[in-house]
Each structure stands twice: as C-alpha cells, then as structure tokens.
C-alpha cells in the first residue's frame, strides 16, 4: 500500500513503507510527516551510485527525532515565554523519548543491494537511536550490504556479518518513481563529504495512506503547534489524477522555509 509522497526538488517519490515487517518505524515516520516535521529539509548526504540520507532538520546528520520526542519537546516549552516556535524551535534533545527502539525487520544482504530501498538508520552506529532520518538506495551492488553483512557474507543473516557491522532496518521501498529522481541524484554533482551543490529538498513529505489510525497522545497539540491544519474533505488530489489520499488527507503546510533548526550555509 502506498504511504507518502515525498515531493522533492527534482519531482515526487512515492513510498511504500514496510508497515508489517516493521511496524513502530513505519507508524514513526508516518506521523512525522503527518507533523510536516520534514518540509524543506535537506536531502544533505548523496553519494551517487550508492545512497542518498535526508530526514534531518538540523541538515548535517545530527539532528532530528522520533515523533514521541518531538511531542515531549513541544509540551515542554513554557507558553508563557511567548517565543516563537518558528523562530526558535523546542530541543529535542532533551526528550528520553527522541529516539526509537531498533525494533523491526533487518534487511537482507540481497534487500541492501536493490535500488529504491528505504532504511531506517541508527545515529553514528549506535543502537536504539532511530529518530527521523532515512536513507534511499541509488543503485544495485551500492555497498550497503558489505557494510552490514562484511564482503565475505553472502547469506545476508544477522549474527553472521562482521563485528562491527551496520543495522539497516526496513522502512520500505521506492512504489513510484515517474520523474527518474533516483537517476537525477544518481547524477548529482556532490563535494567529497557527499554534500549535494545544488539545494535538493523535500519540499513536503504528504501521507497518501495511514493504517495507524491512533495517533500518539498529544499529537493534536503538536499539529497545532506546528501550524498544520488537517483537510477532512474528500476531494484533495495529488499527483495522478487517480490517487487520492486516504485518511488524514493532506494538511496545510507552513510555509515554505528552511527548518529553523538547520546549521548548514
């Protein structure tokens, strides 16, 4: 079942997030976007012919979270102080709850060398810290699966890769892709920390379909905190003139600005 559409810089992906095989991840970043916690963030790590990382606010890596740390972080600012949110967002850091659990399907060695896989990862290597940032495979063979799994496993089974292999955990695959986008990145010119010199963004990531009908608590809050507005009506469309979002259907976004938690220039 199709999930989100990311529209991009370059033009829309639509993704199919593993709901079975990894449930907790896939209803964490279904609400994020829901939350519109990634527009206009940067797609800032490609590395042409392997993966391309987004999904952080902050733009370089170290930021983001899970959308139970982003609800303590919001309830946690004092209305009082009458500062902007927009301005001056609330610190993620200080939620217990900014990451996940590494709870769900470990992707084979054949899965990590497929094209347009989605996968969640764990923040410098570190277990239990899957928070909002993702990744999308660019090719076969991308090097992903030696990471994981070390270049003499073939069997792609957790317990036989190397000591200090790589977690990649599955969020999904690649449903759509009209536009060619995974070959317009393939084609991005890139410094050589993978540092796109073009602006490549998601613009807004929309919630095509949504089976996790309970959203967490203190979730309406959030939304309007954040300023999004849920359209209930049954007549948004988006993309083709045959794929119409199911329930929530599309909120409002803010506008169009750079997250105000970004630090790269």
């Known amino acids: 079942t199709m999930s989100i559409l990311l529209e991009t810089t370059f033009g829309d992906l639509v993704l199919d997030l593993d709901i079975k095989g990894s449930p907790s ?41 899970s959308i139970y740390g982003l609800i303590d972080a919001y309830q946690s600012v004092d209305d009082s102080v009458g500062r902007s949110r ?27 060398n497929q094209k ?3 996968v ?7 277990p239990h810290t899957i928070g909002s940032q993702f990744l999308i495979t660019l090719s076969e063979n991308n090097g992903l699966s030696d990471l994981a799994y070390g270049k003499n496993n073939s069997t792609g089974i957790e317990g036989e890769g190397n000591n200090n292999s790589v977690r990649y955990f599955s969020l999904g695959t690649v449903a759509e892709d009209t536009q060619n986008i995974l070959s317009k990145l393939n084609r991005a010119y890139c410094d050589d920390d993978g540092r796109p010199f073009a602006d490549i963004r998601i613009q807004r990531a929309l919630v095509i379909y949504d089976p996790f009908e309970d959203d967490p608590a203190g979730m309406d809050d ?38 105000p938690e970004e630090v790269v220039s």
Do not use: H
């Not at 001056?88 to 709870?103: A, E, G, K, Y």
């Not at 469309?237 to 169009?256: H, N, V, W």
């Open 222 to 259: 959030l939304l309007r905190s954040r300023g999004v507005t849920i359209d209930t009506s049954n007549n948004n469309k988006i993309g083709d003139d045959d794929l119409i979002e199911g329930y929530p259907l599309a909120p409002r976004s803010p506008k169009y600005e750079k997250p």
């Open 120 to 126: 969640a990862m764990e923040m410098g290597n570190v």
């Open 116 to 118: 347009g896989v989605v």
């Open 25 to 65: 991840l896939s209803k964490n970043i279904l609400k994020l976007a829901k939350a519109r916690y990634y527009t206009n963030t940067l797609l800032y790590n490609v590395l042409p012919g392997k993966y391309c990382q987004m999904g952080d606010p902050k733009g370089d890596g170290t930021g983001g979270c």
């Open 86 to 112: 927009q301005q001056q967002p609330p610190d993620v850091t200080t939620s217990q709850r900014r990451f996940l659990q590494s709870q769900g399907r470990l992707l084979s060695s054949n899965e990590l």
